[in-house]
């Protein structure tokens, strides 16, 4: 199994022909990009305080319009519950997924050797870094010029577009929602819809200034302009990269599931083609998708099964019409290999259906992007703390109401409203000792008896006048971060109900 350094280099290289541009991304120049630095497709190396994140976000233009579609989509997607049928499902997909946790590497090992039997070419990548070493190595070694993408999470979680622009490579994304995305220099706000929080208007805008000339505003006809750009990189790409939705350990077969037909092309007409999952997605059979397939699809869009469903089992052999010249299969660690030893290894078992987030009360609020990761909603307030790479999301398990709702959108029932209330213990316990920690200590001393209460009450409605947000605003050091958060509540009135009261209670 070659690594990153073992990737082989051409002894010579030809003349380099003339630069291959990508048609789907002409006039991306001309795109005002009018998004916040915290939805930007590449994550700041240092995120801003989540409590500044959530404020932005939900004085952002759309926020509310978004909230609006994403609360009917839950309602058309979550009401009613699983029916029987799906329910069964719902319950053996969930044995299934703690079946492949319990012997991870060991169902890695048996994938690895089917897949290599089958011709494909397996990576095992430790990090994002290592991955992207990979797969910038291989398209060096084979002169490639221009890459079309379809969807995969784990290439947005190692940033791969990025590096591989810096390396000289056109890459273009052709998931409907991710090209939206791509060209609003934006990263995905939804798992499986990564467009989500736009609205038509904002993509027939978006389309128009890509174009420089008006086009009708009608869904097809958007969809049909993102199509025939889209057609041709399809055939004059050199590399395709894919995500996996499954991968059966017994017959090396890669399962991708889609709507729009895309990762067909994507694995069939370049030349090479990589594809790139996180270590989770093995599944020990093949006839486990007779589970996890419609599963998914139910759990995604309600559907019994999606339009496509590739299966991959290796490149191109004699005889056939189509289909690469190699594959290759990267499979991403990135701590994973230690969360399936901890207690919060069933966060592993997520089959990335996305309905955690739409069931999500404040997902629908603020939106995927001001989570500030790869990962928005619920299974990305768990997985973004745990994971090698993304550390400062340590804080997410916070933005949750807690309410259940994620437990009970989960195709294979992981248990995330448990997972976020250890996570926020794990948090605390790391940052025990800061300031912030001592004043609210402070706090529940002081309102810990009826002397300290009343005393607070006091001073609060005394300095309420005194203090506007203007005032609070204008605090020195961390306090401007702290007050910019957050919303002052009224206090000239504070402690009024308690003194309504003991005047009329009976004597």
């Known amino acids: 199994m070659p690594d990153a350094a073992e990737v082989p280099t051409p002894e010579s290289s030809p003349p380099t022909p003339p630069r291959r ?20 497709a590449t994550i700041p190396a240092h ?6 994140i959530t404020r932005a976000a939900l ?16 309602r058309e997607q979550n009401d009613g519950g699983w029916p029987p049928e799906i329910a069964a499902l719902r319950e053996r997909g969930a044995e299934i997924r703690r079946e492949t946790l319990r012997d991870l590497e060991g169902h890695l090992a048996a994938l690895t050797a089917k897949a290599e039997a089958n011709g494909v070419v397996v990576h095992r990548a430790a990090t994002p870094d290592d991955a992207v070493g990979i797969i910038t190595g291989i398209a060096r070694a084979n002169d490639v010029r221009l890459v079309v993408k379809s969807k995969s999470m784990a290439t947005e979680e190692m940033h791969l577009n ?69 057609r041709a990189d399809f055939h004059h790409a050199d590399m395709g990269i894919s995500g996996v939705n499954f991968a059966a350990a017994d017959t090396g077969t890669l399962t991708l599931v889609t709507n729009e037909g895309n990762a ?22 093949l006839r486990d998708l007779a589970v996890l397939v419609p599963l998914l699809c ?3 869009t309600k559907q019994k099964v999606t339009v496509y469903q590739t299966m991959l089992n290796g490149p191109r052999r ?26 919060y290894r069933e966060v592993l078992a997520c089959i990335r259906c996305g309905n955690c987030q739409i069931a999500c009360p404040v997902y629908r609020t603020v939106g995927g992007h001001a989570y500030g990761s790869v990962y928005g909603g619920p299974i990305g307030a768990v997985l973004t703390p745990l994971l090698a790479n993304t550390k400062q999301g340590r804080d997410l398990p916070f933005l949750s109401s807690l309410c259940g709702a994620c437990f009970d959108a989960c195709p294979v029932k992981i248990p995330l409203p448990d997972m976020l209330v250890d996570l926020r213990a794990d ?15 402070l706090w529940a001393k002081a309102w810990d008896s009826p002397r300290g209460y009343r005393l607070t009450m006091t001073a609060a409605r005394l300095a309420g006048p005194l203090l506007p947000r203007a005032v609070l605003r204008r605090l020195p050091g961390p306090g401007r971060g702290w007050a910019a958060g957050r919303a002052l509540p009224a206090t000239r009135d504070a402690g009024a109900f308690r003194a309504w009261f003991t005047d009329r209670r009976p004597r």
């Open 298 to 300: 139910y759990a995604a």
């Open 264 to 285: 067909d092309m994507v694995t069939s007409q370049p030349r090479i083609h990589v594809a790139v999952m996180p270590m989770e997605k093995v599944i020990p059979r």
């Open 427 to 441: 948090y605390e316990a790391a940052t025990r000792g800061r300031p912030r920690r001592w004043l609210w200590r």
């Open 59 to 74: 004085d952002q233009p759309g926020t509310a319009a978004t909230h609006t579609r994403l609360s009917g989509k839950n």
């Open 21 to 40: 541009r990508s048609t789907a991304l002409l006039g991306r120049e001309r795109v005002v990009v009018t998004r916040p630095d915290w939805a930007a």
């Open 47 to 52: 995120r801003k305080p989540l409590p500044i």
């Open 318 to 343: 004699d005889g056939e019409p189509d289909g690469p010249e190699q594959l290759h299969l990267v499979i991403l660690d990135n701590g994973r290999s230690s969360i399936v030893e901890g207690r």
């Open 162 to 230: 990025a590096h591989l622009e810096e390396n000289g490579i056109e890459v273009v994304e052709t998931d409907l929602g991710e090209y939206i995305v791509q060209v609003a220099d934006e990263r995905p706000s939804h798992i499986v819809g990564p467009a989500l929080h736009k609205s038509k208007a904002e993509v027939g805008a978006l389309f128009e200034e890509l174009a420089a000339e008006r086009l009708p505003q009608e869904a097809e006809d958007l969809a049909a302009f993102a199509r025939t750009r889209l």
